[in-house]
C-alpha cells in the first residue's frame, strides 16, 4: 500500500525489495483487490495495480460524519458562550 | 449545518501523479471573531470535544491541546493515564493550525507521522465579524491497510470483516 501512494505499479515493482515472495506478493494484492483497497488493469502484458479510492469510502464516510458533528458542537459552544474575552 | 464539499470521482490509473483518496472537507461559519474560533477550537477543544471520541481504556476527562508546534494532543482518562492521539504540525493563531492524526487501525496511539492522516483547520474572518471555519481531512491513505481495518470497525458490514481481518494480517507480514 505504501509503495502504491506514489502511483500505479506493475506486481514485479510491487515485489522489489520487500522481504517476501511475488507470489506472496500477488496473494496479498487478491485480498487487496477483494476488499476494495486496490483496483488493477491489464496494459499491454502487464497488470498494473493502484489505489481504488472506493475501498477508502467509508473511512470517509465515517470522518465526513465525525466532523460534521464535531463541527456543529463546535459552533454551539463558541456562539454559546461568548463571555465576551478577545 | 456544516456542509460537505462535493466529490468527484478519482480518476483512473492514466494520469500521472500520485493516486488520492479525497480528502473529506467541511466548513461551517461561527459568530465570531478568528481569534476566539481560533483558541475554541484548539487550545478550548476540550469545551466542544465529543466525550465518545477518544482512545483510552477508561472515560476520557478530558482533551489537551499543546499550543505549540510539535505540541501534544491527548486525552486524560479516569483512570490517571493519558493517552496521546494527535500532535500539533503547523500552528498560526488565529489563521491556521495542523494536526496529525496519530490513531492506528488497531485504534492506537501511531507515532510514525509518515503513516497518520492530516487535519488543517483555516479561520477566515468576514466583515461581518463571523469567521468561516474550513477543515480539511486528508492523506487518509496513510493509513493503508490501517484504514481498512478502521473501516471494519467502523462499518457494521460484519461480511468485510473477516476479508478485512485476513488483509490486515497480510499487510503486516508484508510490511
Redesign the interface.
Known sequence: MQKLRSGPLPVGELARGLPVSRPAVSQHLRVLKQARLVCDEAVGTRRIYRIDPRGFASLREYFDTFWGDALEAFQAKVEGTDDGRN | ??E?EVTQ??Q??GG???????P?R???R????A???FR??TEEMD????RT?HIGRSPMKRVVVEGRPGGAIYTDQEDGSACPWASVLAWEPPHRFVMAWQINAAWQYEPDLGKCSEVEVRFTPADDGTTL?E?E?RE??????G??R??AD??SDGG?SS??A??AA??E??A
Open positions: 449545518m456544516a460537505t470521482p478519482v483512473g490509473a500521472a501523479g500520485r493516486e488520492e483518496v479525497k473529506v467541511k466548513s461551517i461561527v459568530r465570531a471573531d481569534g476566539r474560533a475554541m477550537f469545551s466542544w470535544w465529543p471520541h471555519v477543515l481531512h487518509l491513505a496513510r493509513h493503508g491497510g484504514g481498512a478502521m473501516r467502523v462499518s468485510w476479508v478485512l485476513l488483509f497480510r499487510a507480514l508484508a
